[in-house]
């Protein structure tokens, strides 16, 4: 029996045009007994915010696991140190075209100012301050995750040009704009199996549904994987499943006949 889901939302959940399919959060609350796990790069607030319906419900599991909570109670944090940071902001900013968001526990923070038609940042980042430098930034918050916005380039050939960051990170491609640079071992596998242990689901229990590099350890802890056909390859090949595209409602086609997994008649 499904106990748990796990849903990213940019490219799996939601369309290409950003909408989430009108049946999603009726559907968590109508399976009190599943725990639904909104697992997303997203800022915990920008989460609240776009699940209004089921914040008391749901398991949100931001900034690719580096940030947890549910019923508006955050039980996980995971930052990078402080000087492991600096040097990453170092050698991003040498990257051209590219804007870096600093997340935090309480706020995002962009390093300069963005151009007023640039509205990517405000979707994934509800909380969002403009700073001048980074110390500004690390002297006001806890911080978790470097974002990467190259709205000038495509994100994968951005990131087979990285060089050279510290070995305590790792780049994951999580939008066709975004790279998120972590702290190693954190990641939306490091994530789930952490809520996983804390309400006792184990993998066959537990369903997910990803697209891209930065889902690959979630599908790789589950065993019902499903990832979406716009899906990656990295994505594809971690999956033991496929489903529908996101254009095409591939998360609740499977939702909605989630009692054939787990069963013996499966």
Known sequence: MI???????????????????????????????IITVIASGRQYYTLLDNFPE???????????????????TVFHTDCIQRDILERTVSVLEQLPGVYLILAGAESAYLIGKL???????????????????????????????????????NASELYASLRNL?????????GPEWIDVMRCGTDKGSGLRMV?????????????????MNDVAMLRTVQYSFA????????KEAARYETSSNDEDGVMRVLRRIGDFGSEEE
């Open 3 to 33: 106990r748990m889901i796990a849903v990213d939302l940019d490219g799996t959940l939601m369309n290409s045009k950003g909408e989430m399919p009108p049946d999603f959060q009726k559907w968590v609350t109508d399976h009190p007994e």
């Open 54 to 72: 089921i914040g008391d419900k749901a398991v949100f599991m931001a900034e690719n696991g580096a940030m947890i909570g549910r019923s508006g």
């Open 115 to 153: 151009s007023p038609e640039m509205k990517a940042p405000g979707v994934a980042f509800h909380r969002l301050r403009e700073v001048s430098s980074f110390e500004e930034a690390a002297a006001s918050d806890t911080l978790f995750k470097v974002a990467v916005y190259c709205p000038e380039m």
């Open 166 to 174: 510290p070995e305590e990170v790792v780049a994951y491609i999580s």
């Open 196 to 212: 996983m242990k804390r309400y006792e689901v184990y993998p066959d229990e537990c369903m997910a549904f990803g697209d891209l």
């Open 228 to 235: 979406v056909a716009n899906a990656s390859m990295e994505a």
